[in-house]
């Protein structure tokens, strides 16, 4: 059951039995009366869908309160309710911090993006795919290997090897002789659907496919784990491991292939699918074999019932998610990488996830109801930009502060001047615009970088690019391959890219740099793929150097420059007596120490 559906339920249950008196004065309980006087109404779906969460629904409301999970999200909705000017309840909790604070366009306070969110901890390709050493190397390598099998477009995978260049990939035929067995190829798919033969010979096929596929699949393991594994060692590209790689057997994993596509297939049965499995056991390297199969088998079955499978990761998704637990371990096991992690430890790691603490959560969902109250008493008074004089940003505290307290609650802080979002600010974007393309610019920059639902765009007098629902699919088409240098009108160094998105009330102008030479640091790898690199700069908030999280390890590869796959740890930031800015976690006593005398930082989403 969704949810928003169970707080419905919930908040009904614990809604106060009414009563009324008679003329005897007598109190008569009418538990129906509540009913009809009080409703919630769940509303189950994805926060960025324009077609149901836009604009227009926000401005049905008096005010909102966020208890979302992530930034992309939390970001959609500040917009939305600065497009709409409704009051939003901004909180958060990690573990035993939490925070809440109340964003309003006509209180003039600081929205959601004012301040710099930390970006992704980056840890290299070359580190990912030649010299993982820790568990959280092989889950990001096991997430790309799930858009290798199931993505969209197997080129989007960092796993992806072209079978044109000098060196022959050990594993890509099987991939995609895999792919297209499971119909993800074009060939396939056109045809599907054209089975003309009896029920009893359609089962005979299935089996006889089902078959095929696990035999497939088992020499893809085979390949990945053993034979890649093999011919890295030959070529000694794993001198810089802390320890070097040990292939999982190919007899092991081909027996467990034999076995899964006999008849009595009991003696590797998935973990996952036994009564007495647990999501805290820890797989052995048989099972994880096994495991991966059956992602693989499941995920035909799925295909041919007419189920789509995400095209991208999903920590939420059972399919992605095991896939990702028993191929990282058995990744884990091939270069002794421990812990080996259970499903509900891999969970934690895949999704950045810190276990939730139910006294926090109460705590902070007390502090919206408050600043609730607050917010409505000041629009009953018809005193709307008045909110930020009775609201304050407040965080909970892990430690009592030195005065003995755990909440810390502070002035609501005026907006950022620099905010491009609830400021209309200039951002300033260097790249090579010779390389990139307008396809490139939407997805990496405007739509992951900086937001956007709906981009238009628009190079002087000329529309380079639109989205909308009255736009057709192929009216821009013909721009998104071109190279930025070639669009009508040309985005040189010095060009301005006026971006608007009607959805979101919100309009920046992209200033752009030209560049194509990028300095490379003495320790640092050969640079690759320079067309795709960027800095953003200006307006937009990024983090400083001394703002991002650390926990004491894994530093390696803090300055390196290749593609993006990443883990964060986010800063609360709050402001203290002398105007500062200081980290929520050290308002709290600073006398007391944790693990080695070590501040730890941590996100709150």
């Given at each position: 059951m969704p949810k928003c559906t169970v707080a419905c339920n919930a908040a009904l249950a614990m809604l106060p039995t009414t009563t009324t008196t008679t003329n005897s004065n007598e109190k008569k309980s009418n538990e129906d009366s509540s009913s009809t006087t009080i409703k919630y109404i769940a509303h189950h779906g994805n926060v960025c869908d324009n077609s149901r969460f836009n604009v227009p629904y926000i401005k049905t409301f008096n005010l909102v309160l966020n208890a979302l999970d992530n930034v992309t999200a939390r970001r959609r909705v500040n917009r939305l309710c600065l497009a709409a000017e409704v009051p939003l309840i901004e909180a958060g909790t990690t573990g035993y911090l939490g925070q809440i604070t109340v964003i309003d366009k006509k209180s003039n306070t600081e929205c959601y993006e004012c301040q710099e969110k930390p970006t992704q901890k980056v840890y290299p390709i070359c580190t990912i795919r030649s010299t993982p050493s820790m568990p959280v190397h092989t889950i990001v390598w096991a997430k790309e290997l799930y858009k290798l099998f199931f993505g969209p477009k197997v080129e989007e995978s960092m796993l992806f090897e072209d079978q044109s260049g000098d060196e022959k990939s050990t594993y890509m035929d099987l991939v995609m002789e895999l792919r297209s067995h499971l119909g993800l190829t074009e060939e396939e798919s056109e045809g599907a659907n054209t089975n003309t033969n009896t029920k009893e010979e359609q089962d005979k096929d299935k089996d006889?496919?089902?078959?095929?596929?696990?035999?497939?699949?088992?020499?893809?393991?085979?390949?990945?784990?053993?034979?890649?594994?093999?011919?890295?060692?030959d070529m000694d590209r794993f001198k810089t491991a802390q320890k070097v790689p040990t292939s999982i057997p190919a007899e092991m994993i081909q027996d467990i292939t034999n076995n899964t596509c006999s008849e009595n297939?009991?003696?590797?049965?998935?973990?996952?699918?036994?009564?007495?499995?647990?999501?805290?056991?820890?797989?052995?390297?048989?099972?994880?074999?096994?495991?991966?199969?059956?992602?693989?088998?499941?995920?035909?079955?799925m295909l041919s019932s007419g189920e789509k499978l995400l095209s991208e990761f999903d920590k939420d998704d059972k399919l992605a998610m095991r896939l990702v637990t028993f191929a990282s371990n058995l990744?884990?096991?091939v270069f002794g990488i421990e812990p080996i992690q259970s499903y509900y430890s891999a969970k934690g790691i895949a999704g950045n996830i810190i276990p939730a603490i139910a006294t926090t959560n109460a705590i902070v969902a007390g502090l919206q109801v408050l600043s609730a109250f607050q917010v409505?008493?000041?629009?009953?008074?018809?005193?709307?930009?008045?909110?930020?004089?009775?609201?304050?940003?407040?965080y909970c505290l892990r430690n009592k502060s030195r005065k003995g307290f755990y909440l810390q609650p502070t002035s609501l802080p005026d907006p950022n001047p620099k905010c491009f979002v609830c400021r209309n600010a200039k951002?300033?974007?260097?790249?090579?615009?010779?390389?990139?393309?307008?396809?490139?610019?939407?997805?990496?920059?405007?739509?992951?970088?900086?937001?956007?639902?709906?981009?238009?765009?628009?190079?002087?007098?000329?529309?380079?690019?639109?989205?909308?629902?009255?736009?057709?699919?192929?009216?821009?088409?013909?721009?998104?391959?071109k190279k930025l240098v070639d669009l009508p009108g040309g985005v040189k160094d010095g060009s301005v890219i006026e971006i608007e998105d009607f959805t979101q009330d919100l309009e920046v102008e992209l200033h752009i740099s030209h560049k194509c030479h990028w300095e490379k640091k003495d320790d640092e790898a050969d640079v690759e793929e320079e067309e795709e690199k960027f800095v953003i700069s200006g307006d937009k908030p990024t983090v400083s150097s001394s703002e991002k999280a650390s926990d004491g390890?894994?530093?390696?590869?803090?300055?390196?420059?290749?593609?993006?796959?990443?883990?964060?740890?986010?800063?609360?930031?709050?402001?203290?007596?002398?105007?500062?800015?200081?980290?929520?976690?050290?308002?709290?006593?600073?006398?007391?120490?944790?693990?080695?005398?070590?501040?730890?930082?941590?996100?709150?989403?």
């Amino acid at each position: 059951m969704p949810k928003c559906t169970v707080a419905c339920n919930a908040a009904l249950a614990m809604l106060p039995t009414t009563t009324t008196t008679t003329n005897s004065n007598e109190k008569k309980s009418n538990e129906d009366s509540s009913s009809t006087t009080i409703k919630y109404i769940a509303h189950h779906g994805n926060v960025c869908d324009n077609s149901r969460f836009n604009v227009p629904y926000i401005k049905t409301f008096n005010l909102v309160l966020n208890a979302l999970d992530n930034v992309t999200a939390r970001r959609r909705v500040n917009r939305l309710c600065l497009a709409a000017e409704v009051p939003l309840i901004e909180a958060g909790t990690t573990g035993y911090l939490g925070q809440i604070t109340v964003i309003d366009k006509k209180s003039n306070t600081e929205c959601y993006e004012c301040q710099e969110k930390p970006t992704q901890k980056v840890y290299p390709i070359c580190t990912i795919r030649s010299t993982p050493s820790m568990p959280v190397h092989t889950i990001v390598w096991a997430k790309e290997l799930y858009k290798l099998f199931f993505g969209p477009k197997v080129e989007e995978s960092m796993l992806f090897e072209d079978q044109s260049g000098d060196e022959k990939s050990t594993y890509m035929d099987l991939v995609m002789e895999l792919r297209s067995h499971l119909g993800l190829t074009e060939e396939e798919s056109e045809g599907a659907n054209t089975n003309t033969n009896t029920k009893e010979e359609q089962d005979k096929d299935k089996d006889a496919a089902l078959a095929k596929l696990k035999e497939i699949a088992g020499k893809v393991i085979v390949a990945l784990y053993h034979t890649e594994i093999q011919k890295q060692l030959d070529m000694d590209r794993f001198k810089t491991a802390q320890k070097v790689p040990t292939s999982i057997p190919a007899e092991m994993i081909q027996d467990i292939t034999n076995n899964t596509c006999s008849e009595n297939s009991s003696k590797y049965e998935p973990m996952t699918k036994k009564q007495s499995y647990k999501q805290t056991d820890i797989p052995s390297k048989e099972e994880c074999v096994t495991e991966v199969i059956s992602c693989i088998t499941d995920a035909a079955s799925m295909l041919s019932s007419g189920e789509k499978l995400l095209s991208e990761f999903d920590k939420d998704d059972k399919l992605a998610m095991r896939l990702v637990t028993f191929a990282s371990n058995l990744r884990s096991y091939v270069f002794g990488i421990e812990p080996i992690q259970s499903y509900y430890s891999a969970k934690g790691i895949a999704g950045n996830i810190i276990p939730a603490i139910a006294t926090t959560n109460a705590i902070v969902a007390g502090l919206q109801v408050l600043s609730a109250f607050q917010v409505l008493k000041k629009q009953l008074e018809k005193k709307e930009g008045e909110i930020k004089d009775v609201c304050r940003y407040t965080y909970c505290l892990r430690n009592k502060s030195r005065k003995g307290f755990y909440l810390q609650p502070t002035s609501l802080p005026d907006p950022n001047p620099k905010c491009f979002v609830c400021r209309n600010a200039k951002i300033f974007l260097a790249l090579n615009t010779e390389e990139w393309t307008l396809e490139m610019l939407l997805r990496r920059i405007i739509k992951k970088e900086l937001g956007f639902m709906e981009p238009s765009l628009s190079l002087g007098s000329s529309m380079i690019y639109e989205e909308g629902e009255d736009i057709g699919e192929d009216q821009y088409s013909m721009n998104l391959c071109k190279k930025l240098v070639d669009l009508p009108g040309g985005v040189k160094d010095g060009s301005v890219i006026e971006i608007e998105d009607f959805t979101q009330d919100l309009e920046v102008e992209l200033h752009i740099s030209h560049k194509c030479h990028w300095e490379k640091k003495d320790d640092e790898a050969d640079v690759e793929e320079e067309e795709e690199k960027f800095v953003i700069s200006g307006d937009k908030p990024t983090v400083s150097s001394s703002e991002k999280a650390s926990d004491g390890k894994e530093q390696e590869g803090d300055d390196d420059d290749d593609d993006d796959l990443e883990i964060v740890v986010d800063t609360p930031v709050a402001v203290t007596g002398n105007g500062k800015k200081r980290a929520a976690i050290d308002l709290e006593n600073e006398d007391d120490k944790e693990e080695g005398g070590k501040k730890k930082r941590a996100r709150i989403d």
